[in-house]
């Protein structure tokens, strides 16, 4: 996917979602235009709404930093760590340095946050330390980056504010129409099952529109992978081989007990660089031989479903497309000598 596909690929996305969300909103209001008081009803909902995204965008960092246990890295301990954070960033064009974070969670994977309140921050996980190599981790790094670059966390809250005021206008009209209905509030008008019935339809079209969200994401990802490759060496080969690290330590080193213990820490799987809970069937350890098999393998129907509903691309689409951004940037793919 060349840059300007990619990019008009996340915009017609964006305004898919924008557009035909803004529209049903105007219908939405045009409906009930006849009540003041529904209307106003209505307008809580949304100023409801957006406090909610903006409260997410300003205060997740504190969040996050709580639930995933970041702490800064000690600039001496964490010294090359830092170092690489403040070439990438100057490389990219940064404003401001990103605070570097260090996430105790058993899991080896990195990501990228922040807000006006906090500034831009890097965390990866102390395992993640452990299985890559210093090129490795700069790849991962230049992702993250990659993602503070094009402010994408502002952005996915951005377009998901139009199918979060509709998700929360379903469900207030939903359970307001089954409540009247239940306890017989104006005798059982009728109007109360048009209110659930309308309820339940702007629910599925906020779910159909999550979904957009949801691609859009996918966009993201490979903007970001785009990013690293532009600012590392064979930087797609190299992110290939931390991508898989990531997903074979997360397959062998932890069980599905481990992984549901986690299960408050990877509500924030999206900011993660790879999915942690991304399922492999193959007894694959040797990582050429584990990269080259994802690469080739065919997809399925079933793995193209589970895609739809995933904040990141399937790891095979991904992996052949870091191919194509090494031959873009770096030329012909060519073999790297692992340190």
């Not at 996917?1 to 008009?8: D, E, H, V």
């Not at 403040?86 to 401001?96: D, P």
Request: charged residues 20%; positive net charge.
């Amino acid at each position: 996917m060349t840059l300007w596909r990619l990019r008009l690929a996340m915009i017609a996305t964006a305004l898919a979602t924008v557009v035909s969300g803004a529209f049903i909103l105007y219908l939405i209001f045009t409906l009930f235009s006849i009540s003041l008081t529904f209307q106003m009803f209505l307008m809580i909902v949304v100023a409801f709404s957006v406090v909610i995204i903006l409260a997410q965008w300003l205060l997740a960092p504190y969040f996050i930093d709580m639930v995933c246990m970041c702490r800064e890295a000690d600039p001496y301990r964490y010294r090359d760590l830092h170092n690489m954070v403040r070439e990438l960033a100057e490389k990219s064009g940064l404003k401001k340095i990103p605070k570097v974070m260090i996430a105790r969670i058993p899991i080896p994977n990195a990501f990228a946050y922040g807000s006006p309140l906090t500034g831009p921050r890097v965390a990866v996980t102390e395992p993640l330390l452990d299985i890559l190599d210093k090129n490795e981790l700069k790849a991962v790094l230049g992702h993250e980056i990659g993602h503070l670059k094009h402010r994408d966390v502002a952005m996915i809250l951005a377009i998901g504010l139009i199918p979060t005021i509709l998700w929360n206008m379903g469900d207030m009209m939903y359970r307001l129409g089954f409540w009247s209905m239940i306890f017989g509030i104006g005798d059982r008008d009728s109007s109360y099952a048009y209110l659930l019935l309308l309820g339940i339809v702007l629910i599925a079209i906020a779910f159909i529109l999550s979904i957009f969200v949801l691609a859009f994401s996918r966009y993201r990802e490979y903007y970001a992978d785009r990013h690293s490759v532009m600012l590392n060496p064979r930087g797609g080969k190299l992110l290939q081989r931390a991508l898989a690290k990531i997903v074979l330590a997360t397959k062998y080193g932890l069980s599905k007990e481990d992984i549901a213990e986690l299960a408050s820490a990877l509500q924030f799987k999206t900011l993660f660089i790879q999915d942690p809970l991304v399922e492999v069937k193959t007894r694959f350890r040797d990582i050429d031989s584990f990269i080259e098999y994802l690469k080739n393998r065919k997809l399925t129907l079933t793995d193209r479903i589970k895609e739809l509903f995933s904040t990141h691309p399937d790891i095979t689409k991904r992996l052949r497309m870091l191919d194509k951004y090494d031959e873009e940037f770096w030329g012909k793919i060519y073999e790297i000598p692992v340190e």
